[in-house]
Every structure is written in C-alpha cells, then in structure tokens.
C-alpha cells in the first residue's frame, strides 16, 4: 500500500493505493480531520501514521 496526502489544496485528502484491488477499487481517497494551522506545510499526522503502519506491515516478518 502507498499513502500519499495532498499539501496545497483545501480540503486537503488522503490517498491509499492498495496492492490488491479491494471493493472500492484500488485507490480509496478521503478527507481526514484535521486541526486548524497557518503554516500550510504542516504534515498530516493520519497520513504520517498511515504510511508508518503500511512501512511496517512491508517489513515485518511473518512468523
């Protein structure tokens, strides 16, 4: 799976790429909840915690 997160639009979204095509096809985007901020480049702590968990997933071995 590859996350990725829009920085310059409003509202911002959130992508998922999924290695196997699900129901919802094989990209699913949404809009996350976020908290109010000036600084437009400010990263997206779902989508930070998303890809970590999709990093890991890749990684870890399975026992």
């Known amino acids: 799976m590859n996350v990725s997160a829009t920085l310059l639009t409003n509202p911002r979204r959130i ?3 999924l290695v196997t095509p699900g129901v919802l096809g ?5 809009v996350p909840a ?3 901020s000036f600084n437009a480049f400010r990263r997206n702590a779902i989508a930070d915690d998303l890809a970590l968990r999709a990093y890991r997933a890749r990684t870890v071995p399975t026992s």
């Open 34 to 36: 976020t908290i109010f």
């Open 15 to 17: 992508t998922l790429r």
């Open 26 to 30: 094989e990209e699913i985007s949404f």
